[in-house]
């Protein structure tokens, strides 16, 4: 999986530092909450220090709480009052924010912390670290995102998400947006406005910028532009993705569905091979491809290089699996045609300029290539009858003649 530091950005080769910041209140309000809920004798964790509420004594007249922070590897500080807790957590400002967003503002396990922490390799640098590379920012790529954390003076974390065709754009060149779910129409339509029917299509338009995202707001622009991908990755990540190989999901679907299953004609899986070289592949879905033939059976193509996984066959995958299983089931037949070499060689590059979506790079003026426009009419007004038919000769009688 694609992680780590291979996609960070930094300014410059210099050892970046830590940016000075200034606890704010609500960090330490919910230090107080959370020391104050605290079993008898319980620390709450920092990186670097234990913080924990003194107990009692036989002190009658104890009005307020005192405190004892426990440094890692140095001496003990004790009876801190309120005040003076306030001034040792100030000192430790990165360590107390970094617990506050992460615990308070970010919140439960699952898929949005793993993500925001693995956007920062929170559970790899330390947080001196994390704070300098944030203060720089640090971007990560997911899909065709670029998503940049940045930290404020306070601790907080900041994201910019837009295209990564955009990465540099100064913010007032694109359009912006604050509310996540404005995503759901950027992500509608391609750049020559054609629905989109597969979102994780590596066709997402660019030009626009959320600039300023909450760590929530951040997650949820994400999951709006690629739908689920962010759950599956981290059902991954734990070992729990429940892959539905391309057997299972067929033998689900039913009605006009069901002739999809007619593949499974003990012809092996070339097929099931084809459909997967034909959509799966990184030039048409981001996805990572984990669903197979079956638990046993390996489809003899690969599955990509996605950060996310693909976890079994998608709607646009069965639809277009059930045309060509009816255009499978025609007999083929011999045709004879007269090609040149160069004509057959033409013919070639019509085909995979179309498969790659080549076509609109051929330029009018370039006959070299064998799929510029006027080739192929040439080719046409050359080969095709009067009914657009190709003039190919079969070389065996239809059944049906
Ligand atoms: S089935 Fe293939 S095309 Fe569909 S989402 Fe998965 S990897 Fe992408």
């Keep these: 999986m694609a992680e780590t530091t291979a996609d960070r950005t930094r300014p410059d080769d210099d050892e970046p530092s830590v940016p000075d910041i200034d606890l704010p ?53 004790t009876e801190l009052s309120d005040r003076e807790l306030h001034a040792a957590l100030d000192e430790r400002a990165p360590a107390v924010t970094d617990w506050y967003v992460f615990e308070r503002v970010v919140g439960e396990f699952g898929p949005r912390r793993a993500f925001l922490r693995w956007i920062e390799d929170a559970d790899g640098a330390t947080v001196d670290a994390r704070y300098a590379a944030l203060a720089a920012g640090i971007e990560r790529a997911w899909g065709e995102l670029a998503i940049t954390a940045t930290v404020t003076d306070r601790g907080e974390r900041r994201y910019d998400v837009r295209h990564a065709d955009d990465a540099g754009v100064p913010v007032d060149e694109l359009d912006t947006y604050e509310d996540p779910l404005d995503a ?8 020559k406005g054609r629905y989109r029917p597969l979102k994780t299509a590596p066709s997402l338009v660019g030009g626009w910028v959320f600039p300023d995202l909450g760590p929530r707001d951040a997650y949820e622009a994400v999951e709006t532009i690629y739908p689920a991908t962010v759950a599956n990755w981290h059902r991954e ?45 990184d030039s048409q879905c981001l996805k990572r491809r984990e669903w197979e033939y079956d638990e046993e059976t390996d489809l003899d193509v690969d599955g990509g290089d996605g950060v996310f996984p693909c976890r079994e066959p998608c709607s646009v995958v069965v639809s277009a ?37 080549r076509i609109d790079e051929i330029r009018e003026a370039d006959t070299k290539e064998g799929a510029n426009r006027y080739r192929a009419r040439f080719l046409r007004a050359k080969l095709f009858d009067d009914e657009g038919n190709l003039g190919g000769v079969p070389t065996e009688p239809d059944d049906e003649e």
Aim: with cysteine; charged share 35%; glycine share 8%.
């Design 237 to 281: 990540r734990e070992g729990e993705l429940d892959v539905n190989h391309w057997r299972e999901t067929m033998e689900r679907q039913s009605g006009i569905y069901g002739v999809v299953k007619t593949w499974d004609r003990g012809e092996g899986h070339e097929h099931v091979d084809w459909v997967a070289e034909a959509c799966c592949d």
């Design 321 to 357: 699996a059930r045309k060509w299983t009816r255009l499978e089931s025609e007999r083929p037949r011999t045709y004879e045609f007269e090609l040149t070499p160069s004509e057959k060689e033409q013919v070639e590059d019509i085909i995979n300029a179309v498969a790659d979506g």
């Design 184 to 191: 759901r129409e950027l992500v509608t339509f391609d750049a």
């Design 25 to 77: 209140s609500d960090a330490f309000d919910a230090v107080l909450t959370a020391l104050a809920g605290l079993d008898p004798g319980e620390d709450l964790r920092f990186e670097g220090f234990a913080v924990g509420v003194e107990p009692d004594g036989d002190d009658a007249s104890a009005t307020e709480a005192t405190y004892r922070l426990d440094p890692a590897g140095d001496d003990p500080q």
